[in-house]
């Protein structure tokens, strides 16, 4: 089992829609991460989460740590919204520096 | 400025080659990251730079060697490659705390015929 799973894997949605991403993980974090990657590869880092609740736009991360759980949720959801969505976390044992991912879940929005 | 540069965008070299590619930040960050992606997986780490010194190394095969000659710029040198070393190298940077946010850039499409 990995220590980051996502779900769901793939999603499609239509413009407009609500749409939410979860993780789940395995192991006591210091941080998590909400990144997302659009085809041709760069990375945008969208939240750092280490507790509660945060907005940026029409997007909201939430966690709860003792669930050992995040959502990411996309309001009125448009085709450029449209990558894969990859959460990350820093375990409170690791060294600073290493990100362990999930699988990431590829959104697909259509017009 | 928060931007992470990459080059090149792309190289295609033979498993005869030698080159690099480079990485620079002007955000003052002092941890600077490799990392490797393959198709539809996650990132997967390979270096570390913190303090411009190498902090981690993730079992990486030596025909991969990183250099981070100062605070701004990362390279990583490419000799001897497989096919199977083909991927998007991707290079990050932070602070080096441990709670800080990673910045990446576009990142490397390499392709080792």
């Known amino acids: 089992k990995n220590e980051v799973e996502q779900s769901p894997q793939n999603l499609t949605a239509q413009e407009g829609e609500f749409i939410t991403i979860n993780c789940s993980y395995s192991?006591?974090?210091?941080?998590l991460h909400w990144l997302q990657q659009h085809p041709g590869g760069g990375i945008v880092s969208l939240f750092m989460?280490?507790?509660g609740k945060k907005k940026h736009g029409r997007l909201i991360a939430t966690i709860n740590i003792q669930e050992k759980h995040s959502s990411l949720h996309i309001t009125a959801s448009h085709p450029r919204d449209s990558a894969v969505y990859i959460c990350?976390?820093?375990?409170?044992?690791?060294?600073?520096?290493?990100?362990?991912f999930g699988e990431g879940t590829q959104l697909t929005v259509n017009p | 400025d928060t931007e992470v540069t990459q080059t090149p965008k792309h190289l295609v070299m033979g498993m005869t080659n030698k080159k690099s590619l480079k990485c620079e930040q002007h955000?003052?960050?002092?941890?600077m990251y490799w990392y490797k992606q393959k198709a539809k997986k996650p990132p997967e780490l390979m270096f570390v730079?913190?303090?411009?010194?190498?902090?981690i190394n993730e079992s990486v095969p030596s025909r991969f060697s990183p250099e981070c000659p100062n605070s701004s710029l990362l390279n990583l040198h490419l000799h001897a490659l497989q096919p199977e070393d083909s991927a998007l190298y991707l290079c990050?940077?932070?602070?080096?705390?441990?709670?800080?946010?990673?910045?990446f850039g576009p990142g490397t499409r390499l392709l080792v015929l």
């Open positions: 990050a940077s932070s602070q080096p705390l441990g709670q800080e946010t990673q910045y």
């Open positions: 192991v006591g974090i210091s941080a």
């Open positions: 989460l280490s507790s």
């Open positions: 990350a976390v820093r375990g409170r044992e690791t060294s600073g520096s290493r990100l362990t």
């Open positions: 955000m003052g960050h002092r941890a």
């Open positions: 730079y913190s303090y411009e010194k190498l902090s």
